[in-house]
């Protein structure tokens, strides 16, 4: 590898895929390396590759045992041959993003009846709950990964001043649209399912149309920027299109 890229791990996970590490930390120039690994791979694949997932500092790459070992000299494992392989690649220093970046401005209704963490976050921070508000509009988030629910993004970073732990107990039921604060991180949900996350409001936008052609609003190196709108607007918010890259 170059000089300039940094330490990495690999990890074998199972037998059909493997995990390279860039640390463990939430910082924006080791996800954008991230993405410029999986833009080379996906630009120039090996020979049964099938795959890869970009994380906040990881990357697994999915590929064909099967492919890969008809490669294999003997003695050697699969994943330590798709691990010299890409050990081989070369990688050039990311300034910035070389994938396409959206900046999508979403809605966000934060009135009392989808927020009902607001009022806890306020006082715990000693600010008025328009001040909450004020402070997670004012960033423009990064989407550094993709997971948990198809099409929940993970945003970041959030103001230190309104960051906040998870639950201590998961709500049984959140509804889909909610907007949450975990530690450094904010986020939405696609889907009405369970969740720890700090409810702080709610979007009226589709985040994921199973079957759509672009079924995802967000993607991994994406940008975010929240805007508050009341319950009338929120009520009355224009249905997503069939086709979902009406919003992306």
Known sequence: MPAHTPHINFYPLGE??????????LDVAVNRLVLRWQEELLRHPFDGFIEAIPAYCTLTVCYDAVVVKKQTLPGKT????????????????VAEDTVEQILHRIPVCYAPDF??????????KAMSVTEVIERHCAVTYRV???GFLPGFPYLGI?????AMPRLASPRPLVAAGSVGIAGQQTGIYPLASPGGWQLVGRT?????????ANPFLCKTGDLVEFY???SEAFYHYPKPAADESAYC
């Open 158 to 162: 959030v103001d230190p001043a309104i």
């Open 144 to 146: 550094f990964m993709m």
């Open 204 to 212: 009226p936008l589709s985040l994921f149309t199973a079957g759509a």
């Open 115 to 124: 927020a009902p963490d607001l009022p806890v976050i306020a006082a715990q």
């Open 228 to 230: 508050p709108i009341d």
């Open 16 to 25: 059909q895929a493997l995990t390279l590490s860039f640390g463990n930390t």
């Open 78 to 93: 699969v994943a330590a041959q798709v691990e010299e392989w890409l050990r081989a690649m070369v990688i050039a220093p």
